[in-house]
């Protein structure tokens, strides 16, 4: 639970509000960004909800948050049946970020039962999982956002899917499907609809996945900068190699998709021609960052 002796002196008066354990992790701005907003390292409330779709969309980010910074009277309760979110056509967020993965969004395809990264292993999720027939596999994009995998996997008895130069310690139980990833930038065909598409760069192992060639799951690879106006990546946290991840980028140019749906950074939805238009402005960029 937040603590109303830590909230911050940024938030503006009202019953919702920020605390000083924040992580900055952005998660509740992606879900409410008409009620928070970042300053310096942390964020805060800008804005108190007063529509009835404010307030379900910042408990839906109190819900969301990983280090439970975000305090309000009125508590969450309403909201849990909205999580996971829905976006379009089979596709969820799920909200429940972890901690361990700094509050990285996960998502879930109802039809094939997939999650992508992994959320907090939360009750009220696995039992909202559990009705929508549970889960056949976990595709992790990269080694960062495996958060409670393990409890996912012991509970629904799914795969799990990590390029395996990602594969570390902590990962170490993760089944590397299908066989032949050693060829590590060539994309996998996971079903007909479903494609791997390795993206070393911010990890050596990263991968984004692709979805009926409409919705690609980005992890930490890509994301949408409101600032900039065009999609862009996180120079400062390239932990592997940014070159790689330019090539990378560009290989992302053979492919059609409407939807940027990241861990970390904001998500886009755009026809395909302006998607492909703003993934070129976001190579342009990159190659300035050198
Ligand atoms: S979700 Fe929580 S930890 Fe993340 S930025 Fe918001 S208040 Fe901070």
Known sequence: MADPALRLDENVPGDFYVDSTCI????????APTVFSDESDQSFVFHQPETGEELLAAQKALITCPTSSIGSSTGARAAIDTLPEWIAEDVYRCGYASESSFGAISYFLGDPKILIDSPRFAGPLVKKLDEAGGVRRMLLTHQDDVADHEKFHERFGCDRVL????????????????????????????ASDLVMIPTPGHTRGHAVFLYRNRFLFTGDHLAWSPNRG???????????????????????????FEYVLPGHGRPIHLPADEMRASLVKCIDWMKTKR
């Open 230 to 256: 065009h999609l862009y990546a996180f120079r400062s946290a390239c932990w592997y190699s940014w070159p790689e991840q330019i090539l990378s980028m560009t290989r992302l140019l053979d492919y059609s």
């Open 163 to 190: 390029h395996r130069d990602d594969v570390r310690a902590h990962t170490k139980m993760i089944e590397v499907q299908p066989a032949g990833l050693e060829a590590i930038n060539v994309a996998i065909e996971l």
């Open 24 to 31: 900055d992790c952005d998660a509740c701005r992606v879900f």
